[in-house]
């Protein structure tokens, strides 16, 4: 006897566009899957006719804090909104960045025990390694909490950390954090940007636009991609040489796409990741100052080539970088507008509408690079990121043909807004199941989920 079984579907299985199958589920795993309409009792059955089953999105790329803190999370119910956003687009599992100068451990219980008190999906959680206690305790880190993945900010140099209450690093701080990393089986994440050009850059788009009335060109002028490319080919290099794995957070350039796919030619170990805002808007887009990203939107020639790396295959991870400040923080122009916007709940139906509709990327492909690719990647592969027999049972359904407008009163996550607000998005969810529980049910959010989320003790590359 299964627990459910989710019949008459398309299944995206892995390698494959979408396959006519059933599906076993028992005590939360994928129990077998089976010829359409093979006989087999279950207690429940999903009708999932004229409806395509992906493996559950896994963003490895958001910010989870509180109000406008995106440090960590203080309640229950920040995680509780920003898992809403989530499960309504398509995401079983998320990780987000802790940013914080404290030793992790000191309030790892805390943050745990906040997280899985609201959450409706399954987390893990990156840290961002910014001094030298936090440093030295990396190998616990893996080995103790199951944080196989660490970021750094390179970009923080000369003060420029103290925006998030961080002190700076420098290149030999980056060049011991690849050894450790690579020591460990862990994943080095950089925030690449080579600050000290941008600088210069910003102080002249500045002068040259006080008032900051060209909006997001002068934010885009003021921090290029070649600054960001600069910064890729560097990591790249120090990735290279200390055999640290490398994962490349929002690359939102063409020049910063080209610079990784070149340190992969030049044999490093490297995941490219970019994120929906930096395929689907850019610097001419019409949203004003609460289009504010770090990196900048860009211009449309960037996002082409970057809907080319989906294609080609040369693209391997999709994040969303999701921000949960409100829309007040994006005011007082856009030299003083803080970057960031909300990304969870567009996830899967805006690769569906611009992704497979309009520019004809397969379902397979999405699969990869929203489940698989960063499963892969953050030590996850065990359990989840492909639909398969004893991995979660974690699905997005998804009805490939429906159309809603996204609209900002639709929307979960604390920051209330989306910069996607009057788009027309063909291809929406249906269903979000996290280990074979509903998360989210006919398009709504089903309450019960709240505190089903579980902390996820990720694995390193190597023991
Ligand atoms: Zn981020």
Redesign the pocket.
Known sequence: MFDLLIRGGTVVLPGTDGVAADIAVREGRIAAILAPGEAAPAHETLDAQGLHVLPGAIDA???LGSGKDISRPRLPADAAAETAAAAAGGVTTFIP?WLGAEPFETAFDEVRAVTEAGARIDFGYHFIISTEAQLAALPRYVRDYGVPSFKLFMNNRGGEGKRLGLPDIDDGFLLRLCEAVAAHGALLCP?PENIEAAWILRDRAMAADPEGKGGLASWNASRPGWVEAEAVQRVGLFSRVTGARLYV??ISSQAAYEAAVQARALGTDITIETCPHYLTLDETSSIGDVGKINPPLRAASDSAALWQGLLDGGMDTI?T?H?HRDISAKQGGIWQASP?CPGLQSLLPLLLSEGHHKRGLRLGRIAALCAENPARAMGLAARKGRIAPGLDADFAVVDLNAEAVVRRQDQHSAAGYSLHEGWSLRGQVRHTLVRGRFALREGALVPAAVGTGRYLHRQPAIA
């Open positions: 790329h958001l910010h960045y925030h957070v929002h994040g970088d921000v960031g």
